[in-house]
């Protein structure tokens, strides 16, 4: 009986493998030329590209029969959220479809005005072109990264000439954010200031902004602090705290001092305007706004003057000059002349002089002192500061050498007191108010030893880890070596021969007495058993083979 014929099914193919070489190179050939017409078909495959992403349906209907129309292959990616089509033909479908005005985005622009039709109305002009503004204001505001989408509502009035009955104008904007995103304040107050740039009159508190959920974005109640004057505030009690803490560090420690600071943060924008006048000045040195000087004299005799007619128009009469007896001079020591005497002196001069007139009229304006002041307020002034400063006790060593703390004295406390205010420009005028307190600190007290290594929770959780791989390997090794390797040797094992008469006399002869009965002999032997039967067999199929191979040999074992 053949030897071959008892080998299992896989064990006679790969026998036949090895009594046929050619085989694997034809296998091998015909897998390695799969493989080519794999990649081949692969790499004909059109790559396909995003398109559009994010279209609304209607513009995504639009889209897809137009390219239907154009025979243009696309599919959908992303949940269907992306519209690809062709890399090769992106460029080229998106001129296409921009030609046909698609997408639309559902916001029409500028481009409303751009197809008039001649005879248009001013109102439906003006409608349009309110369209357009909104449309292009909303087209602004989807730029911003988290807004998917929006809307704009404008309420512009119609002009008047009539101050009382001028209205101001509103606004309303919609918007559809992307899903977990949000808008901060900062960003709502730009678009509030983008939309009210752009319509004359349009104040920022005149615009509301929604959400798609139907919260107000815009609108907070100004009396409560939003997240920005917040973080100024702690950023103005951080940096006097980093001050006080930083002027007391060298004296005291970097751990023994703690400070915490409290600010009054006026955030009001106050303006006013204030008109004084003083009191009147000096005319020496005020100064002169206006001038004005009249004069009039008259000399001589007096106007003809009465009742029109002929006894007026007569001229008059010579004057009679009165006898007067010249007075002889006075000597000395004789009494002055009676007073009719001077009477009569003084009569006769006016009437040799004759009648004189004279009026001076001035009038001086001065110019009014006036004080002007306008004074107008920056919101964030610090109002008033508390400041709570902590100092530890001083630590020194004892005559034992321990150490000890001891509390700080009434003069090193007012230093440190002075220095604080100082640091952070104490004002008694502003109400600031400074606590210093001299305590012993708990966290510098002894502490408790540190836990060993091994007795740490982080290193206890490592270690259990450890182990359970650690078990997981040994029950891994332990199937394999106990359970899956001897059976895969006691299936992959080649079987013992065919009992027989010089196979027993051989075994006899060539093995000990004691070695028969050991397994792994008597496997080694039924394998060379094997080997010599399929020598024998291809030695008797193609001697031929059998004789090269050996002439093969003899020749290798010469040349050594």
Known sequence: ???????????????????????????????????????VMWSRTPDYKVLYSNLSERDGGAVVASLQQMNVPYKFAEGGGALMVPADKVHEMRLKLASQGLPKNGNAGMELMDNQKFGISQFAEQVNYQRGLEGELARSIESIGAVQSARVHLAIPKPTLFVRERQKPTASIVLQLYPGRAVDEGQVAAISHLVSSSVPELTPKSISIVDQHGNLLSGTNDRSLDASQLKFVQQVEQNYVKRVEAILAPILGKDNVHAQVTADVDFSSVEHTDESYKPNQDPTKAVIRSQQTSESSTQGASPVGGVPGALSNQPPAAAVAPVTTPQPPRQPGQPNPPAQANANQTTQTAEKTGPSTSRRDATTNYEVDRVVRHVQQAPGGVK???????VNYRQKLDAKGKPVTEALSAKELAQIENLTKEAMGYSADRGDSLNVVNSPFTDNAEKEPELPLWKQPQMIDLAKTGVGYLLLAILAMFLWFKVARPVLRKYTAPPLPAPSETTDATEAVLLPPEETQNPEVLRLAAKYESDLALVRDAAQRDPRLVASVIKNWMSHDERQ
């Open 1 to 39: 009986m053949n030897a071959a014929a008892t080998l299992p099914n896989g064990a006679a193919l790969v026998d036949k493998l090895k009594a046929n070489p050619r085989l694997p190179l034809m296998l091998g050939g015909a897998a390695l030329v799969a493989a080519i017409a794999v990649g």
């Open 384 to 390: 008033r500061l508390s400041v709570a400063v902590v």
